[in-house]
């Protein structure tokens, strides 16, 4: 399973290796297309690929620390 996520951050989680933490938990790829951080907040365009519930695990991860994750459609890079 590949799927292509926007995920925002609060300013508390600036500073926290979320995406290292994840993989530690889950057994997902990440592919990191675009990304902007600053110290009140941030957000990431990633792709995520693995097994359905490797990739849903992670996704809760991300949901439980506190980003806000929305799926996202088409190639970002194209437009």
Known sequence: ???RLH??????LVDRPMLYEMMQAHDVVPNLRRAAVEAH???VILELSGED???AG???YL???GCTV?????DVLEG
């Open 1 to 3: 399973m590949k799927v």
């Open 7 to 12: 995920v925002s951050f609060p300013e508390d």
């Open 41 to 43: 907040s941030g957000w």
């Open 53 to 55: 519930g490797e990739v």
């Open 58 to 60: 992670a996704i809760g």
């Open 63 to 65: 949901e439980g620390v």
């Open 70 to 74: 929305n799926r996202m459609e088409g």
